[in-house]
């Protein structure tokens, strides 16, 4: 499950996945990212990525993980946010896919609320 949410009341963009992510989902994520930072000024946006509940990602998919980290990475926001997932295995697997420093962009929270609470 994944859902791209804008909120323009709080300045938000909350981006939530949970479960395993296959290749298939994983390039419409790529999609709706591309098609939601394009529709907003996102430098006037914080950003929260919420992660908690996502499995490791399927080796297929590895590549489009590393497209929607560059995306993250590149974008301006005014912050970006990120809920650290509870599996260890998808945390390693994040930081070997993590090619342009994506995790040193972001402050780690540990929920949404926590996120919100920060801004």
């Known amino acids: 499950m994944n859902n791209i949410e804008v909120n323009k009341e709080k300045s938000v963009i909350y ?3 949970k479960g395993m ?30 992660s908690k509940e996502v499995k490791t990602t399927p080796a297929d998919a590895v590549d489009v993980l590393q497209s929607v ?7 301006k926001f005014k912050n970006k946010f990120f809920v650290v997932p509870e599996s260890a295995i998808t945390n390693m697997q ?13 402050i780690l929270v540990k929920s949404y609320e926590d996120a919100i609470a920060k801004i």
């Open 69 to 75: 980290m560059e995306i993250y990475t590149v974008t």
């Open 21 to 50: 992510i296959a290749r298939a989902e994983a390039l419409e994520i790529l999609q709706k990212l591309k098609d939601t930072f394009g529709s907003v000024n996102t430098a006037s946006y914080n950003l929260i990525i919420d």
């Open 94 to 106: 994040n930081k070997r896919a993590d090619s342009n420093d994506f995790m040193g962009q972001v």
């Open 15 to 17: 981006v939530v996945c």
